[in-house]
């Protein structure tokens, strides 16, 4: 047995499911998020890809990858080449992926209702992130440390 992480911000998971919704993942489609992490054995990249699976019943692959990584000349993260990397693949169908995005976009919007108060004390699109740039006035916030943890 083995497991796989990913990470995708609100934004990003708020498109992907929309486009699911949308019906945007039928043709040709392909998107992929590569993210990484610092775990004290090293850098760990973790990849999110969603794309179209020609020639199966079920014609929507959603894939994550957990593997050694290198940092790009822009500071990202991607797959170090001919590294051993956990790889968990999921075939779905049309149906079940409107089925998965609709959840995901209520899951977001129940978690937006929840947290509107401390996000707007804190400043923040996401609340208690340290370093996150205020959507409405650009400015990078940083959670008061004196104030209790909501």
């Not at 945007?24 to 890809?49: A, T």
Request: with cysteine; hydrophobic share 35%.
């Amino acid at each position: 047995k083995a497991r796989v992480h990913h990470y995708l911000d609100l934004l990003t998971a708020l498109k992907l499911a929309r486009d699911g919704l949308d019906g945007f993942l039928d043709q040709d489609y392909e998107e992929k998020f590569n993210g990484g992490i610092e775990n004290g054995r090293g850098l760990v990249c973790r990849s999110f890809r969603i794309q179209e699976a020609e020639g199966t019943k079920n014609p929507i692959r959603i894939s994550i990858a957990n593997g050694p990584g290198v940092r790009t000349k822009q500071g990202g993260v991607k797959p170090k080449k001919n590294a051993d990397r956990t790889i968990l693949n999921i075939l779905i169908t049309r149906e079940n992926l409107a089925n998965l995005s609709l959840m995901l976009v209520e899951h977001i919007r129940a978690w937006m209702a929840a947290s509107y108060w401390s996000r707007v004390n804190a400043g923040t699109w996401q609340p208690e992130q340290e370093g996150r740039v205020n959507p409405v006035t650009g400015e990078i916030t940083t959670p008061d440390d004196d104030a209790p943890s909501t």
